[in-house]
DNA sequence: CAGAGAAAGTTTGCTTGTCAACTATTGTCA
DNA sequence: TGACAATAGTTGACAAGCAAACTTTCTCTG
């Protein structure tokens, strides 16, 4: 990926700050990382002619809800995008028949995203790119004990991100 | 972040797949921790009213880079994201007179995108602000051979991931 | 050397998601 | 109770990136 031919002159520059702050490699990795998985993934599911990645992540979080719903609000969480940006998504879900929109009785401001027979169908058909993907790009060099450990990582990041906004 | 009193509610239904794949409970980590991240750094730019976070990484890039330039191919290779995209990028950071166009006199098909000082202006005024991000995410529960380690999986991931497409 | 093909960048049209404003409903407390 | 704040969600305008078509330049082969 990278010019291995000039790796060490990019490395090497003299900055102007003291270089290689461990922190920051680890942050280009993360996002260079989650970058190239989800180019594969994308990639391997237009090859498939099946829907874009956001689809199946709806679908998928949907499908490990309680009822296969889950309030907007959630879901837009659980997805990390705004809600305007989810309300977009899930109409387009929608208008696909995937899903359906649902009104709270007890309170009249939420509406649930619910997951129709169609979704779990699609979602079904999207698992296995998804999955034989996710296993080439993480199995191919960690264990799963290894992959565990990495998730460990990620998640302590992400609840220091989180915790103090 | 995630509703903790349902949590085990979510991660107990009776799935039509066998549950807890550790490759998607891996690769869901990242996305999430990518996105919280990425969303705190974006906060704290704007905060500051600075420009936004991939302006930072075109001048952190090519900071690094040989002679503060970089060819437009490889600096979209490193940035992950498309030629086209880098194309517009550049042109507003340009505009904004951080950057300069520079064309190869050996290959007139290649150009340039050069730092140029008012770039390492703005990157020195940047990089304080990312630097207490990062320290934050990732120092708060990470120590720094811990942060090191999580780097090497991360790359062990992306190489397998960028090798085979 | 000519011409097909590859490579580097740019441009165009479109999709997608964010931000801010807005509506509607619920909660709070004086 | 009644007004004000808070919460849930949607909408519209806009920005940013992708995909694909296109231009230009280089490379390689017959």
Redesign the pocket.
Known sequence: MYPMSEQSAVAERSGTSADVDPHREAWISLTQTHAAVTGRL?EALTAAELP?L?WFEVLATLDRAPEQRL???ELAEALV????????????LIKAGLLE?NFCE???????ATLLPAGVELLEEMRPIVRAELAAAFSAKLTVAQADELREMLDSVRSSACGMS
């Open positions: 994308q874009p956001p309030k907007m609000g995008i705004t809600r305007g940006g989810l309300t977009k998504l899930v109409d387009r929109r007890t309170d009249r401001r939420v509406s649930y």
